[in-house]
């Protein structure tokens, strides 16, 4: 099975597909299957880009309208992850993932599915510490806050993912994980980004919880976006014979290094299908109870608390909610509009305000399992919370962590490209050189370390990925306890520093 992994995609839908025909018609074969590190924008029309957390001069609807109206469906099946750039508002309509259009699959705040028996997880979102323990509490309309701890992920989705065992394939996160720079050419980074440097000394440069992911789960493949440049490394796992190729990929501009191509060993012959992953299911229905959806500090299960802490799954309980789905784990394709898609003809349309809705493909979902819908919760408890108190509720729900700066909130970005060192001991080499012919000149975050200005770049080649694709897998309803809540505390979580403010002249 041939995989195409992208960075940042920020909504180039049309670029982004036409570059995999251009690379299906260079050598003659076909790209099964597309996943996309974040940074989607799956913006459906202009109350979506509301619910973005950009400068009103930088919200563009680009093109996934189209694939969400049926204008357009996707050529290939197409996977994707949550980054800091989204129509927030939609993907918490499935926070267990869903279809967003026809074709192209979000895997919710974290997920894990299988495609032709190739088992892919991912972790929607940027880490940032004074969020991490709260609970999902945010909804649409946003405020200056919520429009930003709405894409910060959570203690209760990696506690989740820890559960996992077996092999992962690959892993997809938006953010690195924390001090992954040290297993590759971190000279050659720096020298291309220098600004990084700090961080890394520092080790704020990416996710802690995410490396925490890599060190205990070890996936043949961890691929990553946020930082706008290609990065490659090896991790080896320590005393262990596994090893993680890791490889961060730029955004969708011309002259990046957005796209990578690799072939993997698939289990299944015939068409690609996707399907749910029961050991994933059977962790979601167990930890059902952990699930908050409110801002206070909301603790995991620790070794030392009071009952269960660990809830990788057994054979039984996979049995039972395999029954549950009646034995048959294919994702059914019932992707549904809940809003009016964008019209560039409707010179009077009128942009409402977002409001939290509840997607019927996240009812299915919970129902067949037996969980919580996380929108259903907040929806009872804004119906059911006293008029005078509305605001006051709110504001109580996001003041929590309020007081770190939003400031913080930075995505990166330079002018130059990495070379990349993932390579492997094959002549298969790949390039794209040339663009499709309706390719824009798109304007890009130049440094958006600094700042989140874009400035134009020139009609070229797309991708030039000097990097070998011949690559082979080696391997193949809850209760609470007495007090409705988890009692067992665990250490004070780390928070990162503000990075070299004096730097930026713009934050997101």
């Known amino acids: 099975m041939r995989i195409a992994v992208e960075g940042c995609a920020h909504g180039e839908l049309d670029i982004i597909y036409e570059t995999i025909q251009e690379i299906e018609k260079i050598d003659g074969r076909k790209i099964d299957l597309l996943i996309c590190c974040g940074d989607f924008q799956a913006t459906r029309n202009l109350s979506d880009l509301e619910c973005m957390a950009v400068s009103d001069k930088y919200k563009d609807i680009c093109t996934f309208y189209k694939y969400y109206s049926g204008e357009k469906k996707a050529p290939v099946l ?18 267990y993932g869903g279809w967003v259009a026809p074709n192209i699959y979000y895997l919710g705040y974290a997920g894990v599915v299988q495609v032709a028996g190739v088992r892919i997880a991912g972790l929607s979102g940027i880490y940032k510490s004074q969020h991490w323990m709260q609970g999902r509490y945010e909804k649409p309309p946003y405020t200056d806050s919520t429009i930003r701890s709405i894409y910060h992920i959570r203690n209760l989705e990696v506690f989740r993912l820890k559960q996992l065992s077996g092999k992962i394939d690959i892993f997809l996160s938006h953010d690195w994980p924390a001090g992954v720079t040290k297993y590759g050419d971190e000279d050659t980074l720096l020298r291309r980004k220098p600004f990084f440097k700090d961080d890394i000394e520092s080790n704020t440069l990416g996710s802690p919880p995410g490396m925490e992911l890599l060190e205990r789960l070890y996936p043949s493949y961890w691929f990553s976006a946020h930082l706008h440049c290609k990065f490659a490394a090896l991790v080896p796992e320590k005393g262990g014979a596994r090893v993680t190729k890791f490889l961060a990929l730029d955004k969708c501009l011309p002259k990046r290094k957005f796209l990578q191509v690799l072939e993997v060993r698939s289990q299944e012959d ?19 109870h952990l699930l908050s959806v409110k801002s206070n500090i909301h603790y995991m299960p620790g070794q030392h608390g009071v009952g269960r802490w660990t809830y990788t799954p057994t054979t039984k309980e996979k049995q039972t909610v395999y029954e549950k789905f009646n034995s048959n784990l294919q994702i059914p394709c019932n992707f549904t509009r809940t809003v009016k898609p964008y019209d560039p003809h409707d010179t009077h349309v009128r942009v409402e305000q977002p409001r939290l809705l509840i997607n019927d493909q996240t009812t299915q979902f919970c129902q067949m399992l037996g969980i919580d819908d996380p929108s259903a919760l907040l929806q009872i408890i804004t119906s059911t919370a006293p008029k005078d108190n509305n605001r006051s509720s709110e504001m109580s729900m996001e003041t929590s962590g309020e007081h770190m700066s939003e400031s913080m909130e930075i995505s990166f970005e330079e002018e130059s490209v990495l070379s990349s060192t993932f390579q492997e001991n094959s002549t298969n080499k790949y390039f794209v050189d040339g663009s499709p012919t309706n390719l824009s ?3 890009d975050n130049d440094d958006e370390y600094r700042n989140s ?13 000097n990097v070998n694709n011949s690559t082979t897998f080696v391997d193949s309803a809850s209760m609470k306890d007495n007090n409705g809540q988890c009692v067992q505390t665990e250490p004070n979580c780390k928070k ?3 990075r070299n403010y004096s730097m930026y002249s713009n934050t997101l």
Do not use: C, M, V
């Open 270 to 288: 015939g068409s690609i299908k996707l399907d749910y992953d029961l050991e994933w299911l059977t962790i979601l229905y167990l930890t059902n």
């Open 453 to 465: 200005d874009y400035t134009d770049t020139s009609k070229s080649a797309l991708a030039d990925d």
């Open 496 to 498: 990162f520093k503000r």
């Open 78 to 95: 197409t996977i994707f992850i949550g980054g800091n750039h989204e129509a927030s508002n939609y993907l918490q309509e499935l926070p």
């Open 441 to 443: 000149s798109k304007s």
